[in-house]
Every structure is written in C-alpha cells, then in structure tokens.
C-alpha cells in the first residue's frame, strides 16, 4: 500500500511495510542498509500504509495501528478510531554502523493516540503536515520535539490525502468529497471545493493552478487565486 521514499545524497531508498517496519535499502546495492525499530526491538508500531518522508537529516512516517485498546477516543461505533502515531527518525552514529534513532513521537504517549495514518506526512520550514482518519489535519514543528502546532478539524470524513503545500497554503482532499485550502501559519479555513467523489489524491500546484484526482473519475482544476474557481474538469 505504502509507496517508497528515495534520499537522492545518501542513495537510499526507504520503504514503510505492513508489518510496522521502515526498511532502508542502499540503491546501488540493493542490500538492506537498516531498519526501524532494529531487530531484537520491543517497540510494536502496527502497521504502515503512509509512505515515509525524508526531510534533510530527518525521517517520518505515519502508523496506522490496529490494536485499538486504550489508543484514545471512541468512535461513534463504540471504537476506537485506531492508533495512529508520527515518528520523527534521525541517523546516529558514523558510516556503515548508523541507525535510525526515535527522536520523538506524536502523539507522545498511546493513550493520545489519534486516528490512523495512511496520507504520506508533507514538511515546509519545519513544519510536519499530515491527515488522520480521525478527520483532522495535524501541524506538528519538527525541530520542537514534534510540538503540535495547530490541528484543523473542519473536514466531515477520513483524509487520506497526502496534503501538498504551496506559497504558505496547504491543501489536500477528505473523504466528504471536499478539496480544503488553509492557512500553514495558523491551519486558518481559506476555501473549499466540492467534487463528486472522495478525494484521496495528493494535489499538486503550477502556476496558481491547482489540480487533482476524485473518485467519480474527474480530474479537476481550480483556480488558488481565486478562492479555488474551478477553471475545468476531465471526465476519462
């Protein structure tokens, strides 16, 4: 499910699994460099459906755990909403004896935990942004300890949307069909725009124009200019 992650400079290739493990591999090689958590570990992250994200000397990446006793709020079923977790990795030690070391979680403890992870976390000047499947969006500052920032909690379903971010504007799609644009400073609501099916694609920008894929089998195009004006939209 989880796509991969390439470090261009060190050549390795990062890949977040099912079985809660994020596997580094040396790209000329092919050979596993390191893992997180490291075998013989005792730390259970669930599973991965969010791609990892490099960030300089930083590696992140999202849980989506499926043991849902004491992982926070209860859902409208009585449930859980899941377990999900941001860890923010960075390498320790010199050469080939380096390893991934946890430099801080988000939530910092299980019992906070929000809801499951499956959008790739995207980063901006230190800032982590990434959707739950509690329906909130979470800003999170990278160099504070993973300091919560601001949360936006406007969406009415699950954001899957891997968030794209452009001239101090985040956007990304829910589930509630809705393409959302906020403020990255504050998570402050710009505008929305209604498609006719969920969102769950990760937009991108060029040229003040945004454009992304729904599943009623659109691609649409808005204007950011203006309050995101759609400008067309293609039926395949």
Known sequence: WAGLALDE??????????????????????????????Q???????QFYSSPTV?????FVASYQDK???CGPSGEDG?????????GLKWRGEGDDRVLHREWVFPPTREEAVGAFIGRPTVKDDILVVGSSDKNIYAINVAENGK?????????AKIWSTPTIDNGVVYFGSLDH??????LANGKYLWSFSAKGAITSRPVVSNGTLYFGSLDKRIYALDTKNNGKKLVDFQG
């Open 40 to 46: 013989g570990s005792k730390d259970e992250l669930g």
């Open 79 to 87: 449930k859980s909403p899941g377990c999900g977790r941001i860890y």
């Open 9 to 38: 400079k060190e050549e390795l290739l990062y890949i977040s699994t099912g079985n809660g493990k994020l596997k580094v591999f040396n790209v000329n090689s092919g050979e596993q460099f390191a893992e997180f958590p490291s």
């Open 178 to 183: 809705s393409l959302y644009a906020v403020n």
């Open 148 to 156: 919560l920032e601001w949360d936006f909690k406007k969406a009415e």
């Open 55 to 59: 960030y300089g000397d930083w590696v």
């Open 68 to 70: 849902k006793s004491g």
